[in-house]
């Protein structure tokens, strides 16, 4: 491959993050050093090239970090990132609990079944995302189908809270991230060789044993793949802890649409932001560091 062609293909992911990661984060990242203001757009200071050097130098001059400040001293915003974390954390943990046995079982399935089973993983993805959550508040409300059949088979007199709660955003967020758990771990335990796994039978390892030693650690890159993709967007969730979730349980999603939309204050908000995208990303660009490292050595 000549050099042009091999700097061509390396351009264009490139570009692709350049346009839409890289500059935006700056221009957020511009916005959180603001201050919030009544005007269009609602904060200040706005930089204006048509000054020149002067315009320049006049709006780095006035950026500050009193919103990163005020994110870091206010107990809220902390409360915030810790429940969103959390919920990120169980989250994927039980995406991991119910996704890997049902990727090895499509993995281990004869090969005319395949498809179809991928295909009823896929079918969630058939409608839209808002009404698949809509469809649960219709379940698990006080009048819904579980309650209702719940006080006609006798199990309970009353019907009992199961929307606007900790297990409802559970629920409601293992319902639609659980499929980006089972591909990635599919698409692995799918390339595995089955020699290597026969052979450790042969070798006298158990079933068990086999699965521990030999098919676990070479699925590791499903696994880290599938929680990467679950992790990094049910932290900035806003969707399913609004509908099913506890109002009294603040996530930093919902914090930032109440600073964006309801308190207009675009500069703090901006700097929530930049502060969700370094906790996810540092630790994600560190790992990725040490795995380049230990595979160099």
């Known amino acids: 491959m000549s050099a042009q062609r091999r700097w061509m293909l390396i351009g264009v992911p490139y570009s692709w993050l350049l346009l839409f990661f890289l500059i935006p984060f700056v221009i957020v990242m511009g916005i959180s050093l603001s201050d919030p203001a009544i005007a269009i757009p609602p904060y200040a200071p706005v930089l204006d090239v048509q000054q020149g050097l002067a315009g320049i130098w006049q709006y780095f001059s006035q950026l500050d970090f009193e919103n990163f400040q005020m994110v870091l001293e206010d107990e809220v915003y902390f409360t915030s990132y810790l429940n969103s974390l959390k919920m990120s954390f169980v989250t994927t943990l039980l995406c991991l609990l119910l996704g890997y046995p049902i990727a090895y079982a499509i993995a281990s399935a004869p090969g005319s ?22 469809a649960w508040i219709v379940l698990l409300s006080n009048q819904g189908v579980i309650n209702q059949i719940l006080l006609a088979l006798g199990v309970i007199d009353t019907p009992i809270r199961i929307l606007n709660t900790d297990f409802a955003t559970y629920l409601g967020l ?21 020699s290597v796994y026969e052979a450790s039978r042969d070798l006298g390892c158990s079933h068990i044993g086999s699965f521990v030693r ?38 930093i999603g919902r ?15 901006a700097s929530i932001s930049v502060l969700l995208m370094l906790v996810l990303v540092v630790p994600i660009v560190l790992y990725q560091f040490f795995q380049n490292r230990n595979a160099e050595s």
């Open 214 to 251: 030999v098919t676990l650690p070479l699925s590791r890159p499903g696994i880290l793949a599938g929680c990467f993709l679950v992790f990094v967007p049910v932290t900035g969730e806003y969707i399913v802890p609004s509908l099913l979730g506890n109002s009294s349980t603040p996530v």
């Open 255 to 269: 914090v930032l649409w109440n600073e964006f939309f309801s308190n207009g204050d675009w500069p703090l908000a």
């Open 113 to 134: 079944w395949k498809p179809n089973l991928i295909m009823a993983i896929n079918l969630t993805f058939w409608c839209s995302f808002l009404i698949r959550i809509y």
């Open 174 to 194: 293992v319902y639609a991230y659980l499929p980006l758990m089972i591909f990635p771990i599919y698409a692995t335990l799918e390339k595995l060789d089955n």
